[in-house]
């Protein structure tokens, strides 16, 4: 190799690299990525058990009325502890119906406001889908009022155990 090819390969600069499209990539970008991303938004439910067998022969001394939701896999049981099952509703396409237990929860709200709790009874294989869905739908319901839906609260103590 030759001295001029040395002394022309000492004389070549290193590019500078020019960011600055890209620091303007970035300043839009972050900002947008920022605005746009769905942060996470947990609630927390306070749940109960259902109360135990010895608490329950007291309370039946006292003749309380309590209501259940029993969840099966074709069926929703709207019953109480002193009647007994009050209302079977029957899956519609191959789904429960909880628009329709929500309206027969209503009814019982009417007759029974001064009730706050309901328990939740599910068979041993029920989805996780399916007992959030239940337990929204005992909650609380939309009710329209002066043209805009409202929500009102149904029976906010929610207690889950097993179905019998």
């Known amino acids: ?3 001029r090819a040395r002394v022309r390969r000492a004389r070549r600069e290193v590019p500078e690299l ?3 499209t890209f620091m303007n990539l970035m ?4 900002p947008f990525l920022l605005l746009s991303a769905v942060f996470s938004q947990l609630s927390i439910l306070e749940l109960n058990l259902p109360p135990d067998a010895q608490s329950q022969a007291n309370k039946d001394q006292k003749k309380e009325r309590n209501f259940e939701v029993i969840v099966r896999k074709d069926k929703l049981v709207v019953a109480d502890t002193i009647g007994g099952v009050l ?4 899956n519609t396409d191959g789904k429960h119906d909880f628009a329709a237990l929500s309206e027969y929860l209503v009814k019982i709200k009417t007759r029974f406001p001064e009730k706050q709790n309901i328990s939740i009874l599910l068979e041993a294989d029920t989805e996780y889908e399916l007992l959030v869905r239940a337990m929204d739908t005992v909650r609380e319901v939309e009710v329209v009022e002066a043209a805009s839906v409202v929500k009102k609260e149904l029976f906010p103590q929610i207690a889950i155990g097993d179905a019998p």
């Not at 209302?87 to 029957?90: A, L, R």
Request: without cysteine; proline residues 0%.
């Open 1 to 3: 190799m030759s001295v």
């Open 18 to 20: 020019n960011i600055t």
């Open 27 to 30: 300043v839009v970008l972050i």
């Open 87 to 90: 209302k079977v509703i029957k």
